[in-house]
């Protein structure tokens, strides 16, 4: 496992970093953005939004999307953690996932934020989906949909803000699939606004 990860880090570290695809709410691919547009590819010195050592469980009470709770919750503290600098999950064990913490930065309306995850080969004796997202004090910020089973895949996402939000806000990571399968938020970040960002 530890070495499908570092070799997903080499990935992404180095040139071949995907282009930052285009989400597509017809393709699946790359994930769906709640803000609209995708803004233009660009280089900025990301600021982290949270971080991989500092998430926590939600409790069933404070989860955003808690219609899509199984009636029995099973997620093992030995199911997820923190690896090389990015949150690891694997769903063997865990029928559920979802964990929050503290929103590190500040956020405005349009600031383009980068979303980073990757997962190794999906299982299933079914074919299922697998549903990611992220959420800002319960607003969706960001979501993607994979079919399950399906190859290995890294993806890097840019898009607009659609939410405002001081530090402090509650940010939510959800994972739910079918099958025993491995999944990494590797980042979720922010470059600011547009015309902040250089070329």
Do not use: K
Not at 69 to 75: A, G, L, M, N
Not at 131 to 140: D, F
Not at 167 to 194: D, S
């Amino acid at each position: 496992m530890l070495l499908s990860t570092a070799a997903l880090v080499f990935t992404l570290a180095s040139g071949c970093d995907l282009g930052d695809p285009v989400d597509s709410a017809d393709s699946g691919n790359s994930g769906n953005s709640v803000g609209g547009a995708d803004s233009p590819t660009r280089d900025a010195e990301p600021r982290p939004l949270v971080y991989a050592e500092d998430w926590t469980p939600t409790a069933a009470a404070d989860d955003p999307l808690f219609e899509h709770r199984p009636s029995q919750t099973i997620c093992p503290s030995s199911a997820w953690a923190e690896e090389f600098g990015t949150l690891e999950v694997s769903t063997s064990g865990c029928n559920y996932f979802s964990v929050e913490q503290p929103l590190a930065e500040p956020l405005e309306i349009g600031d383009e934020l980068r979303v980073r995850v990757w997962w190794q080969s999906l299982i299933s004796h079914e074919p299922a989906t697998g549903h990611l997202a992220l959420l800002i004090n319960g607003a969706l910020v960001w979501e993607t949909h994979v079919e399950i089973p399906g190859a290995s895949d890294a993806r890097s996402i840019r898009f607009a803000s659609p939410v405002a939000a001081e530090p402090g806000a509650t940010v939510t990571f959800h994972l739910h699939n079918h099958g025993a399968n491995t999944w990494t938020l590797a980042e979720f970040a922010t470059l600011g606004q547009p015309d902040q960002v250089t070329q």
